[in-house]
């Protein structure tokens, strides 16, 4: 079983809220909505689409590079962890 199944439910929701905020944006833009009021929802999207991008991301170091179990020539999980902090922080 892959990561991305075991952790189905939680990326499913985050993908429901990411698309709520397209809709958003859609009849904002249908609306005529101000340019300003756009950008933010625009802004938000973003955001989401690069946390689920991180939590993924982070997920395949912790399931592939990282576990002893499956990998005996496993990363050093420090230096997994400092990876992660640092895809997040460029995620952000």
Known sequence: MTHTVREKKKLLARVGRIRGQIEAIERALTDEAECERIMHMIAGVRG?????????????????????????????????????????TYLK
């Open 48 to 88: 989401g689409v690069a946390g689920l991008m991180a939590e993924v991301v982070e997920d395949h170091i912790r399931t592939h590079l990282v576990d002893p179990e499956k990998n005996p020539g496993a990363l050093n999980a420090d230096a997994a962890d400092q990876l992660i902090e640092v895809v997040h």
